[in-house]
């Protein structure tokens, strides 16, 4: 069982480039989220997605794109990459008001 | 206002002392409250979750709910330094657009 499986881990991108985040889970949660981590934050949600078929804005969404390929896959696109994305960014899913499960991460830094 | 606050810290506690964290909440139709731990380099760990008023209790922690008050705790009680981490509130936000919201987290250390 490997819960969530989130790639990469690592990421280097120069200002305009664009890169797709990845994120898979085995446990057929209905929820899935994305979220990035800057120091003294905490977790900033940025997109989430209730059921299949559908997603939503969460506080940080500008600059980002999402889709919810299936039930198991929701990726985090980047179109044009600027310096502010720099940032960890953490894939999670859940069945509703239960436990959440994290991805490994994504240390993302824009050049 | 944020949908979910926590008291930003830093909170230091000598070692067997008890640490008490705090977390309000925006939403009053909010339904599940959880609690995560989160070490330096790694991702978020469930360690407690409640979802009635009042106390529920797991080995050293315990966690807190007045729904009335919008308000939700964590005590640790005989810390110890392996429990130096941040920790981050979350809270089910409902009402059609259900989603999983954190707080900013508050950086835990116990000292030797």
């Known amino acids: 069982n490997a819960g969530v499986t989130q790639t990469p881990k690592f990421q280097v991108l120069k200002t305009g480039q664009s890169m797709t985040l990845q994120c898979a889970q085995d446990m057929n949660h209905n929820s899935m989220y994305w979220y990035r981590q800057d120091p003294g934050m905490g977790l900033r949600l940025i997109y989430y997605?209730?059921?299949?078929?559908?997603?939503d804005k969460g506080e940080v969404p500008n600059g980002y794109n999402v889709s919810r390929l299936n039930k198991r896959e929701f990726s985090l696109r980047l179109e044009s990459a600027a310096p502010s994305q720099t940032s960890v960014y953490f894939c999670a899913s859940e069945t509703y008001g239960l436990e959440a499960f994290f991805g490994q991460g994504t240390r993302l830094t824009v050049v | 206002q944020k949908e979910v606050e926590q008291n930003s810290g830093p909170l230091s506690v000598p070692e067997g002392a008890i640490a008490s964290l705090n977390c309000t909440y925006s939403?009053?139709?909010?339904?599940?409250f959880f609690w995560y731990r989160q070490y330096s380099g790694k991702s978020p760990e469930l360690i407690m979750f409640i979802y009635s008023n009042g106390d529920k209790e797991d080995g050293r922690f315990t966690a807190q709910l007045n729904k009335a008050s919008q308000y939700v705790s964590l005590l640790i009680r005989d810390s110890q330094p392996s429990d130096s981490a941040t920790y981050l509130c979350?809270?089910?936000?409902?009402?059609?657009?259900?989603?999983?919201?954190f707080g900013k987290g508050t950086k835990l250390t116990v000292n030797p």
């Open positions: 997605s209730a059921s299949e078929g559908t997603t």
């Open positions: 939403d009053r139709g909010s339904q599940s």
């Open positions: 979350a809270v089910n936000i409902g009402g059609g657009s259900e989603k999983l919201v």
